[in-house]
């Protein structure tokens, strides 16, 4: 093996060639993205980026230097548009690249809305890649009306950034309340009552029935029959697994790219690691879209690359900024039949229980609470719940 190739130049990518080299591997690398811009963090684009607090060049992962420094070939602004397992070569433009072992860290594309209810209109906004943000900016003034559509966390990430900067922001989320696929009614009410401190008109259960305008959006058609207008819409409903040459090349797709323990995909020769790739979990597969699973499994796989033989273990977690609020997420509460609400100076952290088993925790403002619940996680204990509801209880104990 003397010839890697990775397509998908975002945190995946980046980890997995950095990886490649810190571990000694002295073979040829190429590493390929199809947007202009070396590869760069995402997580702020929705928030400081956004708001004018971090420059550009602070968005990337690596100085461009650190790719030449170590004999990576970076290729920005390239689209493969086809991958031969049996021939083992990619195809870029109407050129072929040969690769002994292929990388697919691709990431995940963002859910448009449909043409027929208006998702071709001029100011309908998407937060998913630096384009995407730069595009959307000069909408960003004092008065203007944004509607956003989608109560998750990057519609809410947006909906503060707005609210922030001065705009009339109206939310609107097809579920019964905001978070609903991802938290529990408890992490919901927290984030509903911080918004509407600053004014945002969230309004739940409530669809989109079409966007209104000629050639730009003016408006929208709710499902609950009412009409609001708007100078400019972002849809935040959500991602899907980027799997487009995963399937035209023959490779089994199962909530993303299916993987195995290791990282490889069905096809010999082949790997993938990050939002696009889906791995076996408990009885089924589990697919996560994060920061610190792109990193983590990018450089499992880079070490089986290298004949490791590692198993991709996670330790799920996540975190949102909103206004002064840091959430931060340990576990995942998939099948939680408790919430226990814990309140301690300002801060708040909401523990999830599956029966007698400690699954998860949200932690707003309380970074303690998020470090206990991630290392009880890790350490597989599960404090007595009435304990934990205890403000007067030292989290730290809880480890004992």
């Known amino acids: 093996m003397s010839n890697i190739v990775v397509i998908g130049a975002g945190q995946a990518g980046s980890s997995l060639v950095a990886k490649l080299r810190a571990d000694g591997f002295d073979g040829s690398i190429t590493l390929i993205g199809d947007e202009p811009a070396p590869p760069y963090q995402r997580p702020p684009l929705s928030k400081a980026y956004l708001l004018g607090e971090m420059p550009r ?52 594309l963002p859910r448009r809305l449909p043409d027929a209810i208006g998702g071709a209109l001029e100011g309908l906004y998407y937060v998913r890649t630096l384009a ?20 998750g966390y990057i519609g809410l990430e947006a909906a503060a950034v707005a609210a922030k900067q001065g705009l009339q922001v109206t939310l609107i989320e097809m579920a019964e309340r905001i978070l609903q696929r991802v938290a529990a009614p408890e992490t919901s009410d927290y984030f509903r009552t911080l918004h509407a401190r600053h004014g945002v008109d969230i309004r739940e259960g409530i669809g989109l029935a079409r966007l209104t305008g000629e050639t730009r959006v003016t408006g929208a058609e709710l499902t609950d029959g009412s009409v609001i207008e708007a100078d400019f819409v972002i849809a935040g409903t959500g991602i899907l ?25 069905s096809v010999a020769g082949v790997w993938a690691a990050g939002d696009c790739a889906s791995f076996p979990h408990g009885a089924g597969r589990l697919r996560l879209e994060s920061v610190p699973n792109a990193i983590d499994m990018a450089e499992c796989v880079a070490a089986n690359l290298m004949g490791a033989g590692k198993t991709y273990v996670p330790e799920p977690w996540f975190w949102s900024d909103q206004y002064d609020v840091k959430l931060q997420i340990a576990g995942l509460n998939h099948g939680f039949t408790r919430v226990v609400v814990r309140e301690a100076e300002g801060a708040q952290s909401h523990w999830y229980y599956r029966d007698d088993q400690l699954i998860a925790v949200d932690a707003m403002n309380d970074p303690r609470g998020f470090m206990v619940g991630k290392r009880l996680l890790s350490m597989g204990k599960s404090p007595a719940p009435e304990a934990l509801a205890d403000p007067a209880t030292e989290l730290k104990s809880l480890m004992r």
Do not use: Q, W
């Open 132 to 151: 995407d943000v730069d595009a959307m900016e000069p909408e960003f003034r004092e008065g203007r009306r944004v509607l956003i559509v989608g109560g």
């Open 241 to 265: 697994p980027d799997t487009r040459l995963a399937e035209a090349a023959g490779l089994d797709c199962v909530n993303g790219i299916a993987v195995d323990h290791h990282g490889r995909t």
């Open 57 to 108: 060049d602070r968005l990337f992962l690596r100085p461009e230097v650190f790719y030449a420094e170590r004999d990576i070939d970076l290729r920005t602004g390239v689209a493969v548009t086809a991958i031969d397992p049996a021939a083992k070569t990619v195809t870029l433009g109407n050129k072929l690249l040969g690769y002994d072992e292929l990388a697919l860290c691709t990431g995940s």
